[in-house]
């Protein structure tokens, strides 16, 4: 077993963990997770809302793995990509975001909103509900470097259980995953509350999920 934290309170939980990282510890060998996830591992990441399973989006044994990992998902769900630019968005949806998008993108990113994107190409249809894809850029340091990084889309859905609570917790997502994951990078516990999610329908806000920022319905009249 390899251990790779200071943080000994931790032992008794992480029997059996093959890699386990404190976030301050990689800031110098993200280049290196950044090549574990393009070879197709799965590790658990803080964000800037609760810790996400992180693994390539564009890659259908990938994603068939975190679906056995999150239990009971509906697979008609799909998966938050997470990226660090506008522009590499548009890439993944293969068209330019309206001024609208565009506008409503760079008030709230990097932050908790994420935003549903209508998509051109035909890609990433193991995390897409139809033609449609949600994204997000966080505000979290390390996890954006980590990103800018990676050539290809990243999920980090909740981890947990579809359905359970706690993915705030690095103590409960220890005890979840060991032996069933590749890696977990760990910092401080998350509030547990995750990104808001809205879409944006003929210049207006249709709100899909509460979270930890809120926004009010039609509110986008303010960017015409």
Request: glycine share 4%; with cysteine.
């Amino acid at each position: 077993m390899k251990y790779h934290s200071k943080e000994n309170s931790l032992l008794l939980l992480i029997k059996n963990m093959t890699e386990i990282y404190m976030v301050s510890e990689i800031l110098d060998k993200l280049e290196d997770f950044s090549y574990k996830l393009k070879d197709k591992e799965i590790g658990v990441f803080p964000t800037d809302t609760i810790y996400g399973i992180l693994g390539r989006a564009d890659r259908e044994d990938v994603i068939n793995r975190v679906f056995e990992l999150k239990r009971n998902r509906d697979k008609e769900q799909g998966f938050i990509i997470l990226t660090d630019s506008i522009e590499k968005i548009e890439g993944f949806i293969g068209r330019k975001l309206t001024k609208i998008e565009n506008m409503f993108a760079k008030k709230y990113w990097p932050g908790r909103i994420t935003l549903i994107l209508e998509k051109c190409k035909k890609k990433y249809k193991y995390v897409s509900v139809k033609d449609s894809q949600a994204f997000r850029i966080p505000d979290f340091k390390p996890l954006l470097r980590l990103l800018k990084l990676c050539d290809f889309p990243v999920i980090a859905p909740s981890a947990n259980a579809a359905g359970d609570k706690g993915a705030g917790k690095i103590e409960n997502v220890i005890k979840w995953f060991k032996n069933k994951i590749d890696w977990i990078v760990i910092d401080n516990d998350r509030d547990e509350i995750p990104s808001s999610i809205v879409k944006i329908e003929k210049d207006t806000i249709r709100i899909i999920r509460d979270g930890v920022l809120k926004i009010e319905e039609n509110s986008i009249c303010m960017y015409r």
